[in-house]
């Protein structure tokens, strides 16, 4: 599995959250980063993917195949 196969949510964080961009992975509960700008974000999780992917391992947890589809935020 690599963290491209894993559909991404991109959304703008508040200046009250310090601005720039939120990317999370619906598939991953609780994989996120941050980054100044939508790409950034992007690179910045597929460091966290592969993070959650490792240490669900580790713990010996399932790792769930990513969707085929993506899933609005909400």
């Known amino acids: 599995m690599t963290a491209l196969l894993y559909p ?4 703008p964080l508040s200046d009250e959250d310090g601005g720039g ?3 999370t992975v619906p598939d991953l509960p609780g994989c996120m980063s ?8 992007v690179a910045n999780v597929q ?3 592969v993070s959650w992917i490792e ?6 947890h399932a790792v ?5 589809h993506l899933r609005r935020a909400g």
């Open 64 to 68: 769930p195949a990513p969707s085929r």
């Open 8 to 11: 991404i949510v991109i959304e």
């Open 34 to 41: 941050d980054g100044a700008s939508p790409e950034e974000a």
């Open 55 to 60: 240490a669900a391992q580790d713990l010996g």
């Open 47 to 49: 460091d966290a993917i």
């Open 21 to 23: 961009f939120l990317a």
